[in-house]
């Protein structure tokens, strides 16, 4: 099965122009407007691998307690925001995640993480409506990778709440720091508790990092190695 490279994919979330979309527009609009629910998960990595680069992976260790507090939460009539790794980039063949995935309640919304490497159809069959990197709604930034914005407020992922930035801090918040990698948490709860996290984040600058990185090359991705190292998911959970 083909798959991208998960350096490749670290620079697609790193590079992402968030977008415009007006069919999305309207379905957010549409369910706020109704009073309807709108959550936030992220980094589940429901499959976790086993060692570094090998393909073999096994169900991470509270995995039914994700599925069941999802299924606990979201209802069919709601929306649910992914912003990416659903599982470890190791992970070869998609079938049980497909099977996982597309029976989860509520409409789905991914972003695509840099573990996330399967082809756009595979996303598709695991029933995400909309599939991008990055997308504005009401002037927040929804994306895996925290990104430099002009906008009121940029909701991620990735980070596994270390708190740690590589780029400017500006009005970034992890979901992960309410608990969305085991949990939906309401978009609105992520939004108000962003003036409270920005008080403890962390800065390094990016050049800090690629620095770290070297010259070395891995599998002749040399172009991408600084984006495997600098962008790699920071806590290995």
Request: glycine share 6%; proline share 4%.
């Amino acid at each position: 099965m083909n798959k991208i490279p998960e350096g490749r994919q670290g620079k697609n979330c790193h590079d992402a122009v968030p977008e415009h979309n007006t069919q999305m527009t309207v379905l957010l609009n549409d369910h706020d407007k109704k009073g309807k629910n709108i959550y936030v998960v992220t980094d589940f990595h429901l499959f976790k691998r086993l060692e570094k680069g090998k393909v073999a992976c096994k169900r991470r260790y509270n995995f039914n307690e994700i599925i069941s507090n999802y299924r606990n939460t979201v209802k069919d009539e709601d929306i649910c925001i992914f912003l990416g790794d659903l599982c470890d980039g190791e992970l070869s063949h998609p079938g049980e995640l497909i099977e996982i995935i597309s029976s989860l309640p509520g409409t789905k919304i991914l972003c695509l993480g840099n573990n996330d490497l399967f082809e756009y159809d595979i996303y598709r069959k695991m029933g995400f409506k909309y599939i991008t990197y990055s997308f504005i709604w009401r002037n927040i930034i929804f994306s895996h990778y925290p990104l430099v914005n002009t906008q009121s407020v940029n909701v991620h992922g990735h980070l596994h709440n270390c708190k740690q930035y590589w780029i400017p801090y500006q009005n970034q918040i992890d979901a992960a720091y309410l608990g969305a990698r085991t949990k939906p948490v309401l978009l609105k709860d992520v939004i108000a508790a962003q003036p409270e996290y920005s008080e403890h984040i962390k800065v390094k600058e990016e050049n800090f990092f690629k620095e770290q990185a070297g010259n070395l090359d891995i599998d002749g991705m040399a172009e991408y190695y600084d984006y495997n190292v600098l962008f790699r998911d920071p806590v290995d959970d």
